[in-house]
């Protein structure tokens, strides 16, 4: 669904000191740099931005939003978790079962430099996987009846 994702920073080249390691943790890496205004990372593509806001007027956080990066493994997670308190960020939360989100999720909670909410989690694959497929399905099912629906001619009205 998303292509990417901005977050603001004060500054970028202290903001990646942190990314670095934490997304590092993760197996992401910087793809894109546009320094000093912008670095992005990814698995290949840019796919999370951090960055001076358009406006350059003072980065502020989102109050409500969190950004959730997938972690391959526990492992992992817990990693993410250890380099971003390593690097100056704010626990909010240990990496660890997340029942209330469901039986199998496993979630690290961090704020970046800058107040930013990030986690890292890991979903079981057939369990994620389940659930894509479920919303594609559900997706295309009612694609189907727009198309339908467009397609049927319109009965003439007798006045």
Known sequence: MLHHVSVGVR?????????DRVLG????????????????????APEFWVQLPADRAPATIGNGVHIAFAAPNKAAAEAFHRE????GGK?????????????????????????NKLEACLVPEPLAA????????????GGRKVAKARARPKKNKKR
């Open 91 to 115: 626990d909010e939360g240990a990496a660890g079962p997340r029942p209330d989100y469901g039986p199998h999720y496993f979630g690290a909670f961090v704020r970046d430099l800058d107040g």
């Open 25 to 44: 943790a993760l197996g992401y890496r910087r793809v894109m740099e546009f320094l000093p205004y912008a670095v992005a990372y990814g698995d290949g």
């Open 130 to 141: 389940k659930t894509a497929v479920a919303r594609r399905k559900k997706a295309a099912k």
């Open 84 to 87: 971003a308190l390593a690097a």
């Open 11 to 19: 500054s970028v080249e202290e903001a990646v000191k942190f990314y």
